[in-house]
């Protein structure tokens, strides 16, 4: 999927095929696990938020599992998908004299025609509508998030309907597919990652000592919705300079940018509910010390081994440690820990240095559904792996992040310094000169074929890359495919 030039307002039309697509895959899961018929899959759409008791309302954000069967934005919907593939939107029948405040309201016939929808009433009328199709079951979503443990939203039926409610299907079955993504899903995940590594190519470009963080933020903000119609960021911006690196999720961004110090941004565009997320650790002035390079070097071996590794048939938490082994091999070559390599992954010693996990799922929520579902392996509960959001092996059609870090966090360290199976592997005197660090994080986002990993994420990666482009000269690069 190109990006039309010239184009500001629509810079990546979607195909409602799209969603057509996905309502089809459901409605023979469907057709599978109900052959008698008379199921229909029934989804509820988000709701607006008020902020506090102000008639302000927050940025609508659609619900992600009505979002991907229906790609609208319509709040206070619902969405129904028949054994069929079939796909019907109710719609609320509103005031007419709501109008003077929203424009013209939605109608069936003109949602019909932007949703290349099959079906469209209004919500008063879906159970006379899904009692015409033969529906007498609603399977509903009940679940909860392994990610975040946030529970799903589960549709709620219009009072007195007389349709059973089920919740034994739906939520599993809707979860597994969504870990897959098809090749139109890929398009708009490509494209999405390449406004957000332009995003943060520009960031890198005018990032300087003596800016705040919130520079950086503001301009990548700009950037994503300016250039590639993000309206919204699928986090919140961790723009992260010196010793606020270490912090994972800082939340500030309104510090000053210091020269000699490390930045560690963590951002990335949301395109019509699809989610980037890219890591770029670079030196504030354009200019990498020597102790820089021992840190950034590490990660980024980290990093291009997994990219390498990476396979359908390999385990997650292999590859993740495979990546805290890498950098803990660099820390020892470094002189900021002593002893044995494998005594130390024994003791479980870089979980003081990479306390979070390889990476993560990645779709229509950043931290995407299906981390850890029934009939997959549980989480791991060595203290070095227990924080990885999967512990899936990998396969063909997921897209994940490969995410690893080395931080200096001073809450982790005065850990590790009361273990005394850990201390006596930390050089102190060392590990002091990099009290002020912060962290380098480097973060891609990969689709994985059949025999390896696509990596949508355009950015300058090498030191070299790094200081050239920060010098000013032009970055080009393609995307990386690996093959294993």
């Known amino acids: ?160 309907s007389s349709l059973t409610q089920s919740t034994s299907f739906l939520f599993n079955t809707l979860t597994a597919q969504r870990g897959y993504k098809t090749a139109m899903e890929a398009e708009v995940l490509k494209y999405v990652c390449k406004v957000s590594s332009d995003a943060h190519v520009t960031v890198m470009r005018m990032a300087k000592p003596g800016m705040s963080q919130h520079h950086l933020e503001s301009t990548f903000l700009h950037e994503v919705y300016y250039k590639g119609g993000c309206r919204r960021v699928s986090y919140t911006c961790i723009c992260a300079t010196g010793h606020h690196g270490a912090t994972l999720h800082y939340p500030d961004n309104n510090a000053l940018i210091e020269n000699g110090s490390m930045a560690l941004l963590d951002m990335g565009g949301n395109y019509r509910g699809y989610a980037a997320d890219i890591t770029c650790s670079f030196p504030v002035n354009g200019k990498f010390t020597e102790a820089q390079k021992i840190i950034y070097n590490a990660v980024l071996d980290a990093h291009d081994k997994v990219m390498r590794a990476m396979k359908p048939g390999v385990q997650w938490v292999d590859m993740h440690l495979l990546a805290i082994r890498t950098i803990c091999t660099h820390l020892i070559a470094a002189g900021l820990l002593k002893g044995d390599l494998d005594v130390m992954m024994k003791k479980e010693i870089m979980q003081y240095f990479q306390p979070h996990g390889l990476g993560h799922l990645i779709g229509m929520d950043v931290h995407d559904v299906g981390g850890y579902m029934e009939g997959y392996p549980e989480r791991p509960t060595k203290k070095d792996c227990c924080r990885l959001r999967t512990a899936r092996p990998v396969e063909e059609g997921m897209y994940m992040t490969i995410e690893p870090g080395c931080y200096f966090n001073a809450a982790l360290l005065a850990m590790a310094k009361q273990n005394s199976e850990v201390v006596e592997h930390l050089n102190l005197e060392k590990i002091e000169e990099f009290a002020d660090f912060g962290g380098v994080r480097i973060e891609s986002d990969v689709l994985v074929t059949k025999d390896g990993v696509v990596n949508y994420t355009v950015v300058p990666r090498t030191v070299e890359e790094i200081e050239r482009t920060m010098a000013g000269a032009e970055f080009s690069k393609d995307i990386e495919v690996y093959h294993n």
């Not at 004299?97 to 003109?110: D, F, N, Q, S």
Request: aromatic content about 10%.
């Open 1 to 160: 999927m190109s990006v039309p030039a010239n184009s500001l307002a629509y810079p990546c039309p979607i195909s409602m095929k799209m969603y057509k697509e996905q309502r089809q895959r459901l409605g023979e899961s469907l057709h599978r696990a109900f052959p008698e018929g008379g199921h229909a899959a029934v989804l509820q759409a988000a709701s607006e938020v008020p902020i506090n008791s102000t008639d302000c309302n927050y940025l609508f954000v659609q619900e992600s599992y009505y979002y991907y069967l229906f790609g609208t934005e319509l709040p206070e919907a619902y969405g129904a998908v028949l054994a069929d593939g079939t796909g019907i939107v109710f719609i609320a029948r509103l005031p007419a004299e709501y109008a003077t405040w929203m424009g013209p309201l939605p109608t069936p016939e003109g949602v019909k025609a932007q949703l290349a929808m099959d079906e469209v009433h209004y919500v008063d009328e879906m159970e006379k509508v899904l009692k015409a199709h033969g529906v007498h079951t609603a399977e509903v979503m009940h679940g909860t998030n392994s990610d975040s443990g946030l529970h799903t939203l589960q549709a709620k039926l219009p009072e007195g």
